[in-house]
């Protein structure tokens, strides 16, 4: 168990919906990393949070935003779902804004149909 | 543009073999760290090595970080069906805009059969 906790686990939605993914972050991390997963693709960097701030951004679409709260948990929102977002989404969390060990959760399970 | 290129990307092998998954760059990292995935599960964080020249084991794992730091290898030794999983390279760098990078390997499908 990393300690970062991801809900939900599995999440079925129609084309064109709006979904958000949750993450809470490791007891005393301040950095929150967004990654998107497709099947036997590598992992995707999207977004990473530091204390409430966004740090830095890789290949996120315009579509999807994400926000980290002031208690450190962290939300991705997609919108305007493709087929093509059906993917895990990971969330993972370090202690600094520069710290290169990250500890995943479990992953969403996102099915877009 | 991937700047972690991971070799084999597939390997199946005999239970008690050995094996070595490389992953290659043309950038210097100022580390890099090696994951293993499960199916439907999270990456778990296996070693970071940060000198050049570092060899790091972790039981039947060797690690090791290139002279240059653009390159590490892994070499498992009697491998066993426990050790199956995809494998992910990981190297931090600093950017040119004075912020961290964190990039993923192209990963590595290591399947033991007993």
């Known amino acids: 168990d990393s300690g970062v906790t991801q809900t939900p686990k599995h999440l079925i939605t129609a084309t064109g919906q709006r979904v958000t993914l949750r993450c809470s972050p490791r007891?005393?991390?301040?950095?929150v990393y967004w990654y998107q997963q497709s099947l036997d693709q590598g992992l995707q960097f999207l977004i990473q949070?530091?204390?409430?701030?966004?740090?830095a951004k890789g290949n996120i679409l315009e579509r999807f935003s994400a926000q980290q709260f002031p208690d450190l948990h962290s939300e991705l929102n997609l919108s305007s779902l493709e087929l093509g977002d059906s993917a895990l989404y990971f969330c993972?969390?370090?202690?600094?804004?520069?710290?290169?060990?990250?500890?995943f959760g479990p992953g969403t399970r996102l099915t877009v149909t | 543009t991937q700047l972690l290129e991971q070799s084999p990307q597939f390997l199946s092998i005999q239970e008690g073999e050995n094996l070595t998954v490389y992953c290659n760059s043309s950038?210097?990292?100022?580390?890099l760290q090696w994951y293993r995935q499960e199916p439907g599960e999270g990456p778990v964080l296996l070693v970071t090595?940060?000198?050049?020249?570092e060899v790091k084991k972790l039981k039947r794992l060797t690690f090791q970080f290139g002279d240059a730091r653009k390159d590490s290898s892994l070499h498992i030794t009697a491998a066993q069906p426990g050790d199956t999983g995809l494998y992910l390279c990981?190297?931090?760098?600093?950017?040119?805009?004075?912020?961290?990078?964190?990039?993923f390997g192209t990963g590595t499908r290591l399947k033991v059969l007993a």
């Open positions: 993972a969390s370090s202690a600094g804004s520069g710290s290169y060990e990250q500890y």
């Open positions: 007891s005393g991390d301040l950095s």
């Open positions: 949070y530091y204390n409430g701030e966004e740090r």
């Open positions: 950038s210097v990292f100022s580390s």
């Open positions: 090595v940060v000198t050049g020249g």
């Open positions: 990981a190297g931090h760098k600093l950017g040119v805009t004075g912020t961290y990078k964190y990039i």
